[in-house]
């Protein structure tokens, strides 16, 4: 029998006797006795005539505790074993719904996530759709891993055969579906717009007014009343819901990264590059022939240079609001700041957005004399060098001219 390390020989444990009805309660604030001690309280209260039918409370004396027993450790051990079995039970239904698909060899399905969507009604769509099977087991697995702060707006292309975890990791990296959109060079902003809204992906006239917001244009470091000019065209992908806002930083900063390399020569040029995008941007108007760019700008510059009016049709058109498609007399008469028939010099700012070609064009232009062009009606022009010449052109391609000298048409 175990002994305590103080008294040799006695049993760790002692008892105290008491009477029955004895309130036990009465020694819960009692101190520890030592075995002597609850010897003589026994002896104690059996002289005074205790019954005899006693109750027994046991108590141990100071020193220290009994070693756990190898039998409570093994009942601790295979207790803590059924807890973890009983939990992979319980969990075997959630793990294996989050792992495997609803419907093996299911379509590609297009799933919408509106801005503000509660997770409840996405969980609700995508089994509405039955893209899964349990919306329930969905919103139990998001809520313990905290997956429904990271669910981003936009576009998805999901099907059944997705189990619910990669469509969790879908919808939390925000791979949404991306739709190819076109911008061609020469397009003025409003075209812009117009392009992304027919396509559904931006308002376009919140993105036309963030465009002609000078505020947002000077984030970027750029001079002029508009983005008109900056607005790279070429083609991108954007996402159905993609803020006007991002898609305009996306054109913008392709605008930067294909202006970067010429930033020797732009300043070289002695133009500033508010001045040069300008002037391309004239060019994009005035042809599409590539190998007629670097002549028609050497025309231009060589008009600057004279202190001669540029006289470009484009220009005026882009000053008209509303613009009908009959270019009048009095169109050319009515003085704006962008009617180069009205006023000497370069328009106020762009009248489209220019390509690459036509920024190459302002920036290594043909070296000639030609100072006035008119289309032949094939999509190209002919040049001349004196307002002779060039009255002559008009009459062999235009028949009929406006009856104003010097006219670049």
Known sequence: MPVSQGEPGRSISACLILAPGRDTRSIRNRRILSPTQFRNAQNQRLSNGSSSNPQRICAFPPGPMMPISINAKRSIFFGFILFILIGLLLSAPLVRYLLYPANTGGPDQIFMVREGATLREVAGGLEKRGIIANKTLLLLWIRLTGYGTSIKAG????????????????????????????????????????????????????????????????????????????????????????????????????FLEKAAPFRER????????????????????????????????????????????????????????????????????????????????????????????????????????????????????????????????????????????????
């Open 155 to 254: 576009e998805y292309r999901l099907n059944s055969s997705m189990a619910p975890l990669k469509i969790l990791d879908i919808l939390g990296k925000g791979l949404m579906v991306t739709h190819s959109v076109t911008i061609p060079e020469g397009y003025t902003m409003r075209q812009i717009a117009e392009t992304l809204e027919a396509k559904g992906l931006a308002d376009g006239a919140q993105f036309l007014a963030l465009a002609k917001d000078p505020g947002i244009a000077s984030r970027y470091g750029l001079s002029g009343p508009t983005l008109e000019g900056y607005l790279y065209p070429d083609t991108y992908r954007f996402t159905r819901g993609q803020p006007p806002l991002s898609i305009i930083h996306v054109m913008v900063s392709r």
């Open 266 to 409: 732009i300043e070289a040029s002695g133009m500033t590059l508010q001045e040069i995008i300008t002037l391309a941007s004239l060019i994009e108007k005035e042809t599409g022939q590539g190998e007629e760019r670097p002549v028609i700008a050497s025309v231009f510059l060589n008009r600057l240079r004279k202190g001669m009016r540029l006289e470009s049709d484009p220009t005026v058109i882009y000053g008209i609001e509303d613009f009908n498609g009959n270019l009048t007399r009095q169109d050319l008469d009515r003085p704006t700041p962008y009617n180069t028939y009205a006023i000497r010099g370069l328009p106020l700012s762009p009248i489209s957005n220019p390509g690459e070609a036509s920024i190459r064009a302002v920036l290594w232009p043909s070296d000639t004399d030609y100072l006035y062009f008119v289309s032949k009606n094939d999509g190209s022009h002919q040049f001349s060098r004196t307002l002779a010449e060039h009255n002559r052109a008009v009459n062999a391609y235009q028949r009929k001219g406006r009856g104003k000298d010097g006219e670049i048409s």
